[in-house]
Each structure stands twice: as structure tokens, then as C-alpha cells.
């Protein structure tokens, strides 16, 4: 059975979306980055995605991160 992955998070710069991952992979969280901007046009975002049980957590930490 395969797991189901969540966004938590998205960002406009790649760097910002690389440090919300690590944030979560030091907090033992599983967490994937899928790039959705046009790198032509510099447009969209890109996408955190972590597993569905591991979702809240993660949301959580990134709340606590961005106060």
C-alpha cells in the first residue's frame, strides 16, 4: 500500500522551500520538495510535501518557525 503524501508548505523562492525541508528532515520528518516554477519565466511555486501521518507535525513546526 502506498503512502499518501500532503503539501505542508509553498514558497516562491527555492531557498526558502530548502530551508523549511531541512528544518523538518532535523525534526525526523520526511519531506519532499517538488520545483513547480518555470525557470524561464520564474513563475510558480515550489512545493513541501510530506506523509499524510506526518503532516500536522510538520505544519506545526513550520508554524512555530514562522512566528
Do not use: T
Not at 514558497?11 to 531541512?22: I, M, P, Q, T
Not at 532535523?26 to 517538488?34: P, Q
Request: glycine content about 4%; cysteine-free; overall charge negative.
Amino acid at each position: 500500500m502506498e503512502e499518501e503524501y500532503v503539501k505542508v508548505y509553498s514558497a516562491g523562492r527555492l531557498y526558502d522551500a530548502e530551508l523549511v525541508k531541512g528544518l523538518l528532515l532535523e525534526n525526523d520528518l520526511e519531506a519532499s520538495l517538488i520545483n513547480k516554477r518555470n525557470s524561464e519565466l520564474l513563475i510558480g511555486e515550489i512545493e513541501i510535501y510530506v506523509p499524510e501521518a506526518q503532516a500536522d507535525k510538520a505544519k506545526k513546526i513550520i508554524e512555530e518557525r514562522d512566528q
